[in-house]
């Protein structure tokens, strides 16, 4: 899976809009200072597209992981938590004032973290989480969300609803170092939370009176498994906008390949959405060049019929869960 996700990010570097050849494209990657067109365009557009592509890819399919592990759901993804919901009306609302592009990805951030706090803070139970409560904040929050949205849309002229709908869509395009950076300290620090917590993962598996017996305290380990998928959501949704279906197959599929241990499905899940993601953006620039095809919309043409494929099987959804 590590050397499918170096493939996938090669493929990567070397498809785009521009007419660069292999032999141009390798001799940039290689001699990082020659400078030239074909350099600039490497280094400049395609490396951290591809880069970003592996970032919300690893996010996502860990953010999906956690959730359907914590919430013991298999059909639970990333964006139960209303941060793309939070981050599309704050989105809107930043268009229809007249906020700058530049200024967008912040505003995303910064309203899906805020989305996702009221709905853990709703789905409290005690010092704990209740995953009913948690699911139903999460379904309603977002069916708010997505009415100001189009509220939004029915009310603004072409060229502001054009943006919105590009973020919608969800897509790589114009991003680059600086957002990657940008973003990368909240990754990091979703991902460490989602490695320390993998013993209680495996801990929750074999279910909550099962967890507490081996020493798991709930409460807690539910709070940093909801903030860490939170952290790697929002920066995802910050980086490429609204891109559905990574978070949940990725950790299906990774679960069929390794098992449902997390000390190999955790990283399997992050492999497997870097290539997933990956492939896609290439896909989305090759297909009919010199447009793009939205990276949400391609996603959702390839991963709706695979998880529907995959789960409708004869007994499809244990295997899929890993029983």
Do not use: C
Not at 224 to 241: C, D, E, R
């Amino acid at each position: 899976m590590a050397l499918a996700a170096l493939a996938a990010l090669l493929v990567g570097v070397f498809v785009g809009g521009s007419p660069l050849g292999p032999k141009s494209v390798a001799w940039s990657l290689t001699h990082p200072h020659a400078g030239g067109d074909a350099g600039t365009i490497v280094w400049l557009l395609r490396v951290p597209r591809v880069a970003i592509a592996a970032v919300v890819g690893g996010a996502l399919a860990t953010a999906g992981f956690l959730l359907q592990g914590m919430l013991r759901n298999p059909l639970v993804d990333p964006f139960l938590t209303g941060v793309s919901a939070g981050a599309a009306a704050a989105i809107a609302i930043g268009v229809a004032l007249g906020l700058g592009a530049a200024f967008l990805p912040a505003v995303g951030f910064v309203a899906g973290l805020g989305t996702a706090l009221l709905v853990a803070l709703l789905a409290r139970r005690g010092s704990g989480i209740d995953a009913e409560r948690l699911i139903l904040a999460g379904v309603s929050l977002s069916a708010l969300f997505s009415a100001f949205v189009a509220l939004a849309l029915t009310r603004l002229s072409h060229n502001g609803s054009d943006e919105i709908l590009a973020w919608l869509a969800g897509s790589l395009a114009g991003r680059g170092w600086s957002e990657l950076l940008a973003t990368l300290p909240y990754v990091a620090a979703g991902l460490v939370a989602a490695l320390l917590a993998v013993p209680s993962l495996n801990a929750l598996r074999l279910g909550p009176s099962v967890a507490r017996a081996v020493g798991v305290e709930l409460a807690r380990t539910q709070w940093q498994l909801l903030a860490a998928a939170t952290f790697l959501t929002a920066a995802a949704v910050a980086l490429s906008g609204i891109v559905g279906f990574v978070g949940l197959i990725v950790p299906h599929l990774a679960r069929r390949i390794v098992g449902s241990d997390a000390r190999y499905a955790l990283p399997a899940s992050v492999l497997l959405g870097v290539t997933f993601v990956a492939l896609a953006d290439a896909a989305s620039r090759a297909l009919i060049p010199p447009q793009e095809i939205p990276l949400g919309v391609l996603l959702a043409f390839v991963g709706v019929p695979s998880f529907l494929y995959l789960y409708l099987r004869p007994s499809g959804a244990a295997r899929l869960w890993g029983t």
